[in-house]
């Protein structure tokens, strides 16, 4: 009889935040770069956006409808890189090596992947369509001890058409249930999802003709892709 697989009770601390640089090509195609990481995660607070939306007849409240307009918030982090101020913000460098920021250079679209730790074991995510504000220049003096200050960007993510099957997707997570291979490569790569739902598995009914054999019919869960 086999183990069931440990879950989650409980959430922790945010790490291993990954970018990736979106391209999308005149036909509307979705790639992107290889992920880079960005140390130094402070804290994350991405706010659901949408409406509800409620129709009345008869008197009563007679249907509901939600919009699911992505995610748009805080991502607090010690230092934002230069690496990222370049690949995402659209610095520049110049001959000097000084980096420029100009005014009317639109920043770049990204995939954000990150991990938040759990009691059994870490969730890892992508968002798939994400743009970022420029951080706030700030700092202060030093007194009897040193506080750091940190960086803070405003994150929008919304859905992207990844893989070409008209559904926009907002982000993927992991399960306890996902095999070790791709758990362990989240982030060697962005995740493109390989199946849209899960297909039921007919049975093949037992071979009357066959002797002496009995055949089993397991009940067949249906699993959500979250």
């Known amino acids: 009889m086999s183990g069931t697989t440990k879950k989650n009770k409980v959430k922790f601390n945010i790490k291993n935040a990954h970018v990736a640089v979106k391209t999308t090509s005149e036909e509307g195609d979705i790639t992107y770069g290889t992920p880079f990481a960005v140390p130094g995660s402070v804290s ?13 007849a008869d008197g009563v409240k007679y249907y509901v409808s939600s919009s699911n307009n992505g995610y748009e918030g805080d991502w607090e982090n010690a230092l934002i890189p230069d690496e990222f101020r370049q690949q995402i913000l659209k610095e520049t460098l110049d001959t000097n090596k000084a980096l420029m920021e100009t005014q009317n250079t639109e920043t770049q679209e990204f995939a954000f992947g990150f991990e938040i730790d759990g009691d059994v074991k870490g969730t890892k995510f992508w968002f ?9 220049v700030e700092s202060s003096t030093t007194e009897d001890t040193i506080e750091p200050t940190t960086d803070t960007l405003t994150i929008s993510a919304t859905g992207a058409d990844v893989k070409g099957d008209g559904k926009m997707y907002v982000r993927a997570k992991t399960t306890p249930e996902m095999d070790e291979s791709t758990y362990n490569g989240w982030f060697n790569k962005v995740y493109i999802p390989d199946q849209t739902e899960t297909m ?18 397991d009940d067949t869960e249906s699993e959500e892709i979250v």
């Open 128 to 136: 798939y369509n994400c743009t970022a504000t420029r951080p706030t």
């Open 200 to 217: 039921s598995v007919m049975k093949s009914e037992p071979d009357t003709q066959s002797e002496g054999v009995v055949e089993n019919e």
């Open 44 to 56: 994350l607070s991405l706010e659901a956006q949408g409406e509800i939306t409620p129709f009345y």
